[in-house]
């Protein structure tokens, strides 16, 4: 087996996305992402990361992604933690771009879809017929429905990768007001409700592992601030949506 170094994996994946093997290029990063032989950070794994997971978007890859993420942790949060930072930060952007898009394109900006995780069933594929759906609607819900799903998911990704680490734990917030918001934006009750499910199990984790190493103390003023500020986003945005409980 070669090995590539990061930047000749780069320049390889780039002559591959040329020639609309982007799979392949996708796979070409990811080798080097997961090797052993690159373990020690340096400046070329950044724009072989943000090259990994613009692909992941493209391509709608969100296990891969967090798997790539995962890697890229390990070796960066040590050593340089806002390049992580700035990796997730452009990973999720470029989802919610890729959905604001779709959107745009919809004709029916706001489709009714009940959870983003069971996208298609045959009671739903069957109510759908019956309940005289147009094709117009099936064609904005199909557009639509997978960047939702991937944005959702990516932010699940992220959070869970982020947790309880005092390192990340600016980010964290971030991650998770922006999950708020997007709940928001695309009226996603049952999404806002996992959320916030989500964020409880992990201060309730955080709180049952506080004295690990690198853990998030709730005792320090800036932590509690940087919570107080999620949770009143999570207030703004129910009161938004009309979810009082």
């Known amino acids: ?118 996208l298609q069933t045959p009671e739903s594929l069957l109510l759908s017929a019956v309940s005289g759906e147009s094709q117009q609607d099936r064609t904005d819900r199909d557009m639509l429905a997978p960047w939702l799903k991937f944005v959702w998911e990516s932010y699940k990704q992220c959070l869970d990768l982020l947790k309880n680490n005092n390192r990340v734990e600016k980010i964290y917030q971030e991650v998770a007001q922006m999950g708020f918001r997007f709940c928001q934006q695309y009226n996603r009750r049952p999404e806002f409700r996992k959320l916030c499910d989500t964020i409880r199990t992990h201060f309730t ?14 005792q320090l003023p800036d932590t509690q601030a940087l919570h107080l500020e999620t949770r009143l986003v999570q207030l703004d945005t129910a009161i938004a949506m009309e979810l009082w409980q």
């Open 1 to 118: 087996m070669v090995f590539m170094k990061p930047e000749s994996a780069l320049k390889r994946a780039d002559e591959l996305i040329e020639v609309g093997r982007k799979q392949r290029a996708l796979e070409t990063l990811l080798e080097v992402v997961k090797s052993r032989r690159h373990r020690t950070w340096t400046k070329t794994h950044e724009p072989l990361m943000e090259k990994f997971l613009e692909l992941c978007v493209e391509l709608k890859k969100n296990q891969i992604a967090k798997d790539g993420l995962h890697q890229y942790k390990t070796i960066a949060q040590t050593v340089s933690v806002k390049s992580l930072e700035d990796v997730i930060m452009k990973f999720l952007k470029q989802g919610e771009e890729r959905c604001i898009n779709a959107r745009q394109q919809a004709t029916n900006a706001l489709i009714d879809i009940d959870d983003l995780e069971v």
């Open 205 to 218: 984790q955080s709180q049952k592992y506080s004295q690990q190493i690198y853990s998030v103390n709730f």
